[in-house]
């Protein structure tokens, strides 16, 4: 097969699933839909009404919305940040991945961040922050690492696109004045090769950083204050780590829906699934580590104020909760991730949903335990939280939000980078010939299949 | 003796001046004279006009802020020796008595069936019209006229026994669910003095409270807050300490040093279990006993032989120790004082209770000493002119007669065709069995008085709106006082009312002289207003005090301006009543009290015994209608917007009840449901609900809230003395499921 | 300037919760009602907490009254992004409401959990809204609000000493709650001021700062409760 047939090949199975769309996908983003207009529509009535609809309360001023918050910059963490990392290692798997990726960081970011519209009491001032900012505030750090990081992925999200931007506007049957606009008049040259090259090489340098410091920075939102089990130093590195954790799991969870829906098992292979795999192995044994170096300095200190949280955990109201965090975070993906055996595509998936699950209940533990039992006793019993229906509904239109951004990503956008898919394709085929040359038996199935 | 000395400790003088600074910076605002009409103020520029409370007896003097027309505070008015600027939760809320949304806003003519609560608006023309055509053939007839009130204050007692002397034939039956009457009989037996005597907490070092709620309840929690604060760290060094008897830790007791949880009922026991240590050890004020009382050799045999510290033990369960030790430092620490109040002086051994204590403070030299009790000269009011033509003199004199007293006998409406209600509501604050309902439905008319409908006035045919302590003319004489003649005044705030209101004196000055010229001549004066003015005149004529002016109607305008008048310079007034003017050692109620008999009995049905208490918010339900005191967290047990059923720590255990489960308590009378509050400070045998909840017809904030625990006491029974017991009633307690 | 501060003498605190009404009457406190106060969403600038120790019948109880500490290095200062809640030169934690845009991170700040959100509408029932007091703001949904050491008291009364030409003087600022408590457990004043009430009794050795640990260097000092030691010692300083 010739270089350019099989090129076409790439092209137009990447591109088949931004042409056509099934009934399927229809009635899936209508259900979506659905959920998140009832979670507007709740909203509309927090608007009017005040948080009177939500669960929270005094001592529990901080409820699911912050929960959210914390749990979808979390997740915003896939994306760059591992895409960059396997960029700057060179990984050549990575070459499928990094779109889906990149694309999970920016609706991630954009699900956390609204959360603040809704949690605030009064969102309409929400442009306070930026004309009188209080520097001090970590809040105000927050506005800026997220905007910055927020930036950060945009570009880097659309930088690698532009190749195949100008592909789409060769090539769609529609939007293409859109796809024009978008691929800045991309011709393939060489010299604007070497240029995206080294812009995304900046970019995957800068964005580490950046998404490090976003978390760090949330992590203060809450360790800048004296609250009890919020006060520590390791909280920057301890959401660093569960971010780029449940990113994975995140990930996992998009490529193999992405392999499924869109065929892509010739790129996405078990393989993959293995190394990842491996990489989230890593990351829960870290986040183990760091869980129990939180929990046993707690208890080893004794301290009165935090023991009351430590307990409220590992016994008290939070204690099922707070198990089921363990379970998920790290018992099953341990004994999943372990074996060999089990690292396949079903396994990763079933290990990622728990650590996407024990992640968020990580979350909540975190926000709610700690701020049911500040320092002041005596409001301990003014009230427990029960999330509300508005928060609850609001939760579940933001996951509804999620995977129908995602899915209109991927009906504007291949999910699949294709010209860096073509360039690996490319540097395989250069690696079979130069194989073919040594030994002329070995066989060249697998490229025979595209 | 000095009367100087009582107050001085409260720094009147100083912090007074210091604290009217404070609510009246210099230029902005003053006390006005009330007289001045409303559109001479500035806009925006506070005024401060003297008012008394009627919330509670205490009979606090207050200040109300005014800006712009507008009722805005109140403070403790800082010149008055009663409140001495400070107030209470209760006084604090009292401006939205004033614009509670369900206020009555004109007189109310019953539509429908009686208790249906419809109503028909009718203008005051034809309210007192209506008075006049339902009273004037009774006269004729000869048929009664009952009164039912409260403990009515100042000189609406006189004018409403005044009114009924000049009817005829009238009745009047007093309802007070928190009643101290036999604290009164006892003094009475005693010392040969009605009224409540002044308690110098600020003097004393050691205190004994028998039931009495100094600090959320009892007759001036103002007055008593003030006297424990100072008890405990008015004075640099020295730290006096405060003993609580009863079975629920009120908070009182809470703030007590030591807290005596007697079993109910049996307070009378430990009273005299003290007095046993006291004279066996002769550790009384023996100059007291032998100069100035009698009948102490009876007193003495009964106590030695039956209320050794071992017999008081088994029946209080109050360990002998600790009855000793604190008998002893009573002696050791004085001076000492004890106090006698509302459970406790309830029920069945209310009298005995009261007495006992009475004796406990003769023993300790209390009465006269600096530390001790005295009782308050009246001030000298000015006689009203005799009734030309008595129509029932012995009215006039006789005592009113408790409503408990009349239910139990039975022989109530005998005769009475018509009713007229103010300042009490015994549907509420009685159990229906006790039968006020009954009582209510034989009288053919009824007219009630009062600023809202509640569960009393539902059942009339007339309700009669108030204006509240705001918008009308009262006086008062604070009891306890602070042992210097102290009366309390208050005129209205503002020119007019809010709404279409008016006072019940001045209603019954307006209606009399339609029921004939006898009794236009009995009322003479065309307002309250001047019928206190006549009454007050006598304290200008006295030409002594805090107020001496040179007219009666300057006298007047001052005393408005300060909110009464006091008198600190007087000398001793004299002690006893008694025909000899000594103490006697009255031992007659003592009989009931054995060291042996056990407490209320109880049975294995009913294993509990119900404690009534008054709330600090509510107190006996009168304040339940004010969302500012519903949202107020109980300091017990932490309690809003409704009831919970104190537990303590043993029964819920036994029970397997835990905090917050719903419980249901029932008596042979009535069922109560809340949540259960496991508490620490409760006997074991005890349920303890605060009273105040559970209204079905008190205003928006207050119905169908909580549980009404008068509902559950059994109805009372004549030899009990005149109020409803409020320890004692056996009841069940039940997890609800 | 002067340093405002508080004393509270929870020896002489009989939790009558005068203090609690007067501050709600005084600074416009919106009630919430059963269904919200049930689910912890009572406002009381002035709050009084029950410390039950010991079990029956050797129970022992304090009443601690709780507000705003006006903390001298305060937590929710530094967390709110807009500088709603601030210090002023005489050492009040201000609010200024209009600011605050509700993200409640002082609240959760706060170490003594003293701020208080409107979580709704505030509400007077017509025509309870007479009762409000002109000089201070009534709050509205979405914001936060605490104790202000009645600033308004203290400006009126700073205005007046102005006028003539002299400072203020001790005991001349009466913040509500202060002024009501008949125990006279409540003293508030210049801790700057050698001479005023609070400051000598903030040298009490019952004198403590409530989680002074922390460093929050609060201006509220609580004299701890005493128990009775029997015998009379004249001139001992507490
Ligand atoms: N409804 C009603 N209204 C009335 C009356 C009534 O009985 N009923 N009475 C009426 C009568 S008779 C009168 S006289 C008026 C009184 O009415 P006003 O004349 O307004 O009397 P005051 O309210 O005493 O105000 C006097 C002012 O003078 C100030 N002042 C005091 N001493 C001095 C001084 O040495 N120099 C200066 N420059 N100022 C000083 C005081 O601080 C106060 O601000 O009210 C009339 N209005
Ligand atoms: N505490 C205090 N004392 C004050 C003052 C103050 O502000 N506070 N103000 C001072 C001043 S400025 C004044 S002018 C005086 C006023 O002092 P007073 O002259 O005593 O004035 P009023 O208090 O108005 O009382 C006047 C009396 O006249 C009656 N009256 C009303 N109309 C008539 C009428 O047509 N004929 C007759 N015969 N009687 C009538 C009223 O009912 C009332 O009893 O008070 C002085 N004293
Ligand atoms: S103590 Fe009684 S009279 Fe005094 S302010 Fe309180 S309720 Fe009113
Ligand atoms: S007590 Fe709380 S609200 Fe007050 S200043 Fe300190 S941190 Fe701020
Ligand atoms: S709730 Fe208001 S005052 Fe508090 S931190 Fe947020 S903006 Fe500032
Ligand atoms: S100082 Fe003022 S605002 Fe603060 S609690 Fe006291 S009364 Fe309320
Ligand atoms: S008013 Fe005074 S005595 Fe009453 S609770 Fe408040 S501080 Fe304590
Ligand atoms: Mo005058």
Redesign the interface.
């Known amino acids: 097969m010739e270089a350019s047939d099989r090129d076409r090949a790439i092209e137009d199975s990447l591109l088949r699933p931004v042409f056509q769309t099934g009934r399927g996908m229809w009635i899936t983003l209508g259900l979506l839909l659905a959920v998140v207009a009832f979670g507007g529509y709740q909203w509309w009535r927090q608007l009017q009404?005040?948080?009177?609809v939500?669960?929270?309360?005094?001592?529990?001023?901080?409820g699911l919305y912050i929960t959210n918050y914390v749990f979808f910059i979390g997740i915003s963490h896939a994306g760059t940040l591992i895409s960059a990392i396997l960029r700057l290692t060179h990984a050549e798997w990575r070459r499928p991945i990094t779109r889906a990726a990149e694309a999970i960081t920016v609706i991630a970011l954009l699900m956390g961040s609204s959360n603040v519209l809704w949690?605030?009491?009064?969102p309409e001032?929400?442009y306070?922050?930026l004309l009188?900012?209080?520097p001090?505030?970590?809040?105000?750090w927050d506005?800026v690492c997220i905007s910055v990081y927020m930036m950060g992925s945009l570009t880097y999200l659309y930088l690698p696109l532009i190749p195949d931007l100008a592909i789409l506007r060769d090539r769609s049957p529609r939007l293409r004045w859109f796809y024009r606009a978008l691929a800045l008049g991309w011709q393939g040259t060489s010299r604007q090769h070497a240029l995206l090259e080294r812009a995304i090489g900046v970019m995957a340098v800068a964005i580490i950083p950046i998404a490090v410091s976003v978390h760090t920075v949330v992590s203060w939102?809450f360790a800048?204050?004296?609250?009890p089990m919020w006060h520590s130093a390791i909280f920057g590195p301890y959401f660093v780590v569960g971010a780029i954790y449940s990113g994975i799991a995140a990930l996992f969870i998009a490529m193999a829906i992405m392999r499924k829906a869109f065929h892509l098992e010739a790129f996405l292979r078990p393989s993959h699934f293995n190394n990842l795999g491996l990489l989230m192995l890593t990351m829960a044994c870290l986040w183990f580590y760091f869980t129990f170096a939180e929990h046993m300095t707690v208890w080893y200190g004794n301290e009165p104020d935090e023991m009351a949280v430590l307990n409220a955990r590992l016994y008290g109201p939070f204690s099922t909760v707070f198990w089921s965090m363990i379970a998920c975070c790290f018992v099953i993906p341990l004994g999943i991730l372990s074996f060999k055996r089990l690292r396949t595509v079903a396994g990763t998936v079933v290990a990622s949903c728990a650590v996407i699950v024990g992640m968020w209940l990580e979350r909540f533990i975190i926000v709610i335990s700690s701020?049911s039992y500040?320092?002041?006793e005596?409001?301990w019993?003014?009230?427990?939280y029960v999330p509300s229906l508005v928060e609850i509904s609001l939760t579940a239109a933001q996951f509804a939000a999620f995977a129908m951004l995602y899915i209109l990503f991927a009906k504007l956008f291949p999910l699949v980078s294709i010209w860096e898919v073509k360039e690996g394709d490319a540097a395989e085929v250069a690696i079979v010939h130069a194989a073919l040359a040594a030994s002329p038996d070995t066989p060249t199935t697998r490229i025979a299949v595209l | 003796m000095k009367r100087r000395e009582f107050l001085k400790s409260s720094v009147v003088a100083g912090t007074a001046g210091m604290l009217l600074d404070a609510c009246a910076p210099p230029g902005s605002s003053q006390i006005i004279p009330i007289l001045i009409p409303e559109e001479r103020f500035i806009p925006g520029v506070e005024e401060f006009h003297a008012t008394t409370c009627f919330e509670c007896p205490g009979g606090c003097g207050l200040l109300a802020r005014k800006i712009d027309g507008r009722l805005v505070k109140v403070e403790g008015n800082p010149a008055h020796p009663i409140s001495q600027g400070g107030s209470c939760a209760r006084g604090q809320a009292l401006p939205q008595s004033m614009y509670h949304p369900d206020r009555l806003t004109s007189p109310l003519v019953r539509d429908g069936a009686r208790g249906a609560g419809r109503w028909t608006e009718i203008s005051w023309d034809d309210a007192i019209e209506r008075l006049a055509t339902e009273l004037t053939p009774l006269r004729d007839e000869g048929a009664a006229l009952a009164f039912l009130t409260g403990q009515l204050r100042g000189h609406r007692w006189e004018l409403v026994r005044r009114f009924a002397a000049a009817f005829g034939g009238a009745r009047h039956w007093v309802h007070e669910p928190f009643g101290d009457a036999a604290v009164r009989q006892a003094l009475e037996l005693a010392a040969g003095r009605r009224e409540f005597p002044a308690h110098d907490v600020e003097g004393a070092n050691y205190v004994v409270t028998f039931g009495a709620a100094l600090v959320e309840a009892s007759r001036s929690p103002v007055r008593f807050g003030r006297g424990l604060g100072h008890l405990r760290r008015g004075r640099p060094g020295q730290r006096g300490k405060l003993v609580a008897v009863g079975p629920h830790l009120s908070v009182t007791a809470a703030r007590a040093d030591e807290w005596l949880p007697a079993r109910p009922g049996t307070d009378a026991a430990l009273a005299l279990g003290l007095a046993h240590v006291l004279i066996r050890d002769s550790r009384y004020d023996q100059a007291f006993v032998a100069d100035r009382s009698e009948g102490f050799e009876a007193f003495r045999d009964r106590v030695l032989a039956d209320f050794a510290p071992e017999q008081v033990a088994d029946v209080t369960g109050v360990p002998a120790e600790q009855i000793e030790r604190v008998a002893h430092e009573m002696a050791d620490y004085g001076p000492a004082l004890v106090v006698a109040g509302d459970a406790a002086v309830t029920g069945p051994t209310g009298l005995a209770t009261a007495l006992a204590v009475t004796h406990l403070n003769a023993l300790l030299g209390a009465f006269g000493r600096e530390g001790g009790i005295r009782f308050d000269r009246l001030p000298p009011f000015a006689d009203w002119p005799a009734l030309a033509e008595p129509g029932d003199a012995a009215v006039a004199t006789r005592d009113a007669e408790s409503l408990v007293h009349v239910l139990a006998e039975g022989d109530a409406p005998a005769g009475v065709q018509a009713l007229l209600v103010a300042g009490t509501n015994p549907v509420f604050s009685l159990p229906p069995s006790a039968g006020v309902a009954d009582l209510l439905a034989d009288i053919p008319f009824i007219a009630a008085f009062g600023s809202f409908t509640d569960e009393t006035s539902r059942w009339a045919d007339l309700v009669l709106p108030e204006s509240t302590t705001f918008e009308r003319f009262d006086d008062d004489v604070p009891s306890p006082g602070v042992g210097i003649p102290v009366a309390s005044l208050s005129g209205p705030v503002f020119s007019r009312s809010l709404y279409d209101t008016r006072s019940m004196p001045d209603v019954l000055l307006q209606v009399a002289p339609r029921l004939g010229d006898d009794m236009a001549a009995a009322m003479p004066w065309e307002s309250y207003e001047a019928a206190l003015q006549a009454a007050w005149s006598g304290l200008h004529d006295a030409q002594r005090g805090s107020i001496v002016e040179t007219s009666a109607s300057r006298f007047w305008r001052s005393a408005l301006e300060a909110g009464g008048w006091w008198d600190e310079s007087g000398d001793d007034a004299a002690e006893f009543g008694t025909a000899d003017g000594r103490y006697r050692f009255e031992v007659g109620p003592l009989a009931a009290v054995t060291a042996a008999g056990a407490a209320a009995a109880t049975s294995t049905e009913r294993p509990f015994l119900l404690h009534v208490y008054p709330s600090l918010a509510f107190g006996d339900g009168r304040s339940a209608h004010l969302p500012f005191l519903q949202e107020l967290a109980d300091p017990m047990t932490g309690v809003r917007w409704g009831s919970v059923v104190e537990v303590s720590v043993a029964a819920a255990e036994e029970r397997g009840i835990a905090d917050g489960d719903p419980v249901a308590v029932a008596s042979a009378d009535g069922e109560l449901m809340a949540r259960a509050r496991v508490v620490p400070g409760l006997r074991p045998e005890v349920i303890a609900v605060a009273a105040g909840q559970g209204h079905t017809d008190y205003g928006r904030y207050a119905t169908n809230r909580g549980g009404n625990p008068f509902a559950l006491l059994a109805p009372p029974v004549a030899a009990d003395g005149d109020d409803a017991g409020l320890v004692g009633t056996p009841v069940s307690l039940r997890k609800v499921t | 300037m002067p340093n405002w501060g508080m004393t509270i003498d929870v020896d002489r605190c009989n939790g009558c919760e005068a203090c609690v009404v007067a501050c709600r009457t005084e600074n416009n406190v919106p009630i919430a009602g059963p269904e919200q106060a049930a689910v912890g969403r009572a406002i009381e600038w002035m709050r009084v907490e029950r410390h039950v120790e010991g079990e029956f019948p050797n129970v022992r109880v304090r009443f601690v009254p709780v507000l705003c500490v006006h903390c001298d290095d305060a937590p929710c200062v530094k967390v709110c992004p807009v500088s709603a809640t601030y210090e002023t030169a005489d050492g009040l934690n201000a609010q200024i409401h209009p600011r605050c845009i509700g993200t409640r991170a002082c609240g959760q700040a706060c170490p003594y959990t003293v701020r208080y959100f409107n979580w709704g509408e505030p509400a007077w029932e017509a025509p309870l809204e007479q009762t409000i007091n002109p000089d201070v703001a009534v709050r509205w949904k979405g914001i936060m609000e605490k104790c202000t050491f009645c600033v308004q008291r203290i400006r009126r009364v700073e205005d007046g000493a102005r006028d003539e030409e002299r400072a203020t003087r001790d005991g001349e600022v009466q913040p509500a709650c202060a002024q009501a408590c008949p125990a006279q457990a409540i003293v508030f004043g210049d801790l700057d001021d050698p001479q005023s009430a609070v400051s000598r009794l903030a040298k009490s050795p019952r004198a403590e700062r409530p989680l002074e640990e922390l460093g929050t260097g609060p201006r509220v000092f609580y004299l701890k409760e005493g128990d009775w030691r029997g015998s009379v010692r004249p001139g001992s300083r507490d």
Not at chain 1, 119 to 122: E, K
């Open positions: 009404v005040g948080m009177v939500a669960g929270m309360n005094q001592p529990v001023y901080w949690h605030l009491g009064r001032l929400i306070i922050p009188h900012p209080q001090l505030s970590p809040l105000i506005v939102v800048m204050t004296l609250v701020a500040p320092r002041a005596a409001v019993d003014a009230g427990r």
